[in-house]
């Protein structure tokens, strides 16, 4: 079932009725992204968001769209060096946070 809140942070007073409409499909499917998502990280470690959209089967926008809910849920995080966003190819590089490390994620 679609939460009406969910629909209200996705979409503007002044969206058009197509907007609304797409924000309230967006959220049957944005769970199964993240979950792509986290999934594509713990596999590779570190990774940007075009690396994760090759390995996840997902479009750049779909990842790019995703991983600021996934890190304001505490999921994921942009690395840093020296206090700076690390960046490959032009993206910044993500990593799992430390509280969704598994035991065999840090041993690898």
């Keep these: 079932m679609i939460k009406h809140e969910d629909v209200k942070l996705r979409v503007r007073a002044r969206d058009p009725l197509s907007s609304v409409l797409a924000a309230e499909r967006s959220t049957q499917f944005s769970n199964s992204q993240k979950v792509r998502i986290l999934a594509a990280l713990a596999a590779l470690g570190t990774a940007t968001a075009r690396e994760i959209g090759v390995y996840a089967g997902l479009e750049l926008v779909q990842v790019d769209r995703r991983l600021p809910e ?15 966003d690390v ?22």
């Design 70 to 84: 996934v890190r304001k849920d505490g999921m994921a995080e942009v690395l840093q060096l020296n206090g700076e």
């Design 87 to 108: 960046i490959r190819g032009g993206c910044r590089v993500w990593r799992l946070t430390e509280k969704n490390l598994t035991p065999s994620a840090t041993n690898s």
